[in-house]
């Protein structure tokens, strides 16, 4: 009895300390579940744009190059704007995108010679539902005169933004 009437008062003070330590574990993994649920509700609505470059040739004759520009989220995007630049360009709007979507967009010849190799960058700028700006930046490097690839990927592609 003694024990307690000395103690008492440091053994209240650890219990209550050991039970805020566990309160606040607690909710801080609750806060961390509700944010994961939270954004795993808005990556349903998120859009992916992945452009490529698709190159026509027809009986050994090359054309110009194109962007192929899929929507391969499952959200729309909006406001898009495309800008190449490199040895092919284009500069081109499309309002909204929906999820799946895809388009075909012709590239502009800097100058007269399709031959050697080339480098493109293209710089896909889009928003998402919620006006979250996403950019998507590729580097392209290939040579006209390869006829046997008829898609090219990127070599390089950096994303900007909150995805």
Known sequence: ME???KYGPVLSACGTTILALLTYFSVRSSRAMAREMYENRLAQFRPLLHPVIK?????????VPCILLRNVGPGPALDIDITCRGDFTVDYHIPFFGPGEKIEIELQAQD???SGPHKIIVETKYQDLFSNVIVVNSRYRFDQQDYTKKVIFPEDTVMKGKI
């Open 3 to 5: 024990f307690l009437l």
């Open 55 to 63: 190159k026509f040739s027809c009986k050994g004759q090359s054309s």
């Open 112 to 114: 007269k010679t399709l």
